[in-house]
């Protein structure tokens, strides 16, 4: 992995012109105005040279473009693999330098005031994250050495059993083990925000209620909708709502059967979380690339190599396919927020919903948490 790549390349795209099809329901000045952040996504370079360390000119114009302020991306490797940490520090070592030799785009983000600093500056704002504490076991210091390389929010679980808990591909359904609630303590000690996605039931359940401080399920979808193990059930929505966190809607195929939804299933999933949750307690976490992605044979056969390795490794969901993309087609586009807030507005919410949404509710419980 290069510095300018980040965690990944995606597929080249063609060049997509500014988002001016079609009028607006959304305002521009409100989306200019408006703080967007993907609580769960990735931001890199599909379109410059491997050797290239700055973005490219496209890359940049699609950026700024996007409206997005702030994206978490995940900077570990998930799974219970024994070099998981060093290849964490390593991944975290390159992405750092990879900010630091593009300043004039990126910076990251260690507080609100860097996310407000970013949207000032027309800058996007990284977030680190762990999808996993499979890396830290029952090291708990090492939670506070992540909290002192940039890590701000820690994940419990990923699909499969760690030493903290189960995730949601486990049968047993185990939930939190005395070591997880030791490693939730420990993470609200140093002020991180606890994410839940990818968790079981009743580790969700028992985390939820072991945690003293709001957390979030930072990219899900509504079990109650559709039965799929990477969404949580209604009661486990409400629950982190209740303790002032934050849930959000992943852009991914278990939102329906078939693996192929829509921007209509993902606003059904986004209205019934905002009557579950409430509207300040949900917001969007894609699990995707920003830019669009070109379905074509190289892609197809990255994708299929992609869902053998996952299957291998014990950890690709129901819904998973060596054909099945993790995007929403008709929205995949680096407008897609844009595309988002038009959708949201024609479904009858409020200006004032749809940036509580795009980001205020994520900026409300990072400055909770991390304060």
């Given at each position: 992995?290069?510095?300018?790549?980040?965690?990944?390349?995606?597929?080249?795209?063609?060049?997509?012109?500014?988002?001016?099809?079609?009028?607006?329901?959304?305002?521009?000045?409100?989306?200019?105005?408006?703080?967007?952040i993907?609580?769960?996504?990735?931001?890199?370079?599909?379109?410059?040279?491997?050797?290239?360390?700055?973005?490219?000119?496209?890359?940049?114009?699609?950026?700024?473009?996007?409206?997005?302020?702030?994206?978490?991306?995940?900077?570990?490797?998930?799974?219970?693999?024994?070099?998981?940490?060093?290849?964490?520090?390593?991944?975290?070592?390159?992405?750092?330098?990879?900010?630091?030799?593009?300043?004039?785009?990126?910076?990251?983000?260690?507080?609100?005031?860097?996310?407000?600093?970013?949207?000032?500056?027309?800058?996007?704002?990284?977030?680190?994250?762990?999808q996993?504490?499979?890396?830290?076991?029952?090291?708990?210091?090492?939670?506070?050495?992540?909290?002192?390389?940039?890590?701000?929010?820690?994940?419990?679980?990923?699909?499969?059993?760690?030493?903290?808990?189960?995730?949601c591909?486990?049968?047993?359904?185990?939930?939190?083990?005395?070591?997880?609630?030791?490693?939730?303590?420990?993470?609200?000690?140093e002020?991180?925000?606890?994410?839940?996605?990818?968790?079981?039931?009743?580790?969700?359940?028992?985390?939820?209620?072991?945690?003293?401080?709001?957390?979030?399920?930072?990219?899900?979808?509504?079990?109650?909708?559709?039965?799929?193990?990477?969404?949580q059930?209604?009661?486990?929505?409400?629950?982190?709502?209740?303790?002032?966190?934050?849930?959000?809607?992943?852009?991914?195929?278990?939102?329906?059967?078939?693996?192929?939804?829509?921007?209509?299933?993902?606003?059904?999933?986004?209205?019934?979380?905002?009557?579950?949750?409430?509207?300040d307690?949900?917001?969007?976490g894609?699990?995707?690339?920003l830019?669009?992605?070109?379905?074509?044979?190289?892609?197809?056969?990255?994708?299929?190599?992609?869902?053998?390795?996952?299957?291998?490794?014990?950890?690709?969901?129901?819904?998973?396919?060596?054909?099945?993309?993790?995007?929403v087609?008709?929205?995949?586009?680096?407008?897609?927020?844009?595309?988002?807030?038009?959708?949201?507005?024609?479904?009858?919410?409020?200006?004032?919903?749809?940036?509580?949404?795009?980001?205020?509710?994520?900026?409300?419980?990072?400055?909770?948490?991390?304060?």
């Amino acid at each position: 992995m290069n510095r300018r790549n980040f965690i990944g390349l995606a597929a080249a795209a063609p060049f997509v012109l500014p988002y001016a099809a079609r009028a607006a329901a959304y305002s521009d000045a409100a989306f200019r105005k408006a703080i967007i952040i993907d609580g769960q996504g990735v931001v890199n370079d599909p379109y410059g040279k491997e050797t290239d360390v700055h973005f490219s000119p496209r890359a940049i114009e699609e950026i700024r473009a996007s409206g997005l302020t702030a994206c978490s991306m995940t900077v570990n490797d998930v799974g219970n693999s024994l070099d998981a940490w060093d290849h964490t520090i390593a991944s975290i070592g390159q992405i750092n330098q990879a900010i630091a030799d593009n300043p004039d785009v990126c910076i990251r983000a260690l507080s609100v005031a860097d996310i407000r600093a970013a949207k000032a500056a027309d800058k996007l704002a990284f977030i680190f994250n762990t999808q996993d504490t499979s890396l830290v076991g029952p090291e708990l210091d090492r939670i506070a050495t992540l909290k002192g390389l940039g890590v701000r929010i820690v994940q419990l679980t990923y699909n499969n059993r760690n030493l903290s808990g189960d995730g949601c591909l486990e049968p047993a359904n185990g939930g939190v083990s005395k070591l997880g609630r030791a490693t939730i303590a420990r993470i609200e000690k140093e002020k991180l925000l606890l994410d839940l996605s990818h968790s079981g039931q009743r580790t969700v359940a028992e985390a939820i209620q072991a945690a003293t401080r709001p957390m979030a399920i930072s990219h899900t979808g509504c079990r109650d909708l559709h039965d799929n193990p990477r969404n949580q059930y209604d009661a486990e929505l409400r629950a982190c709502a209740e303790k002032g966190g934050v849930v959000g809607i992943y852009w991914m195929p278990f939102l329906v059967p078939g693996g192929k939804p829509t921007g209509a299933d993902l606003i059904r999933h986004m209205d019934h979380a905002v009557k579950v949750c409430g509207e300040d307690h949900v917001s969007v976490g894609t699990d995707n690339i920003l830019y669009k992605t070109v379905i074509d044979d190289k892609a197809r056969e990255d994708q299929k190599k992609f869902f053998e390795r996952r299957s291998k490794a014990g950890i690709a969901a129901p819904g998973e396919g060596p054909d099945i993309f993790n995007i929403v087609a008709e929205w995949d586009s680096h407008m897609r927020f844009r595309m988002l807030a038009d959708g949201l507005a024609k479904a009858g919410w409020s200006q004032a919903r749809i940036d509580k949404v795009l980001g205020g509710n994520l900026m409300r419980l990072y400055g909770e948490v991390w304060g």
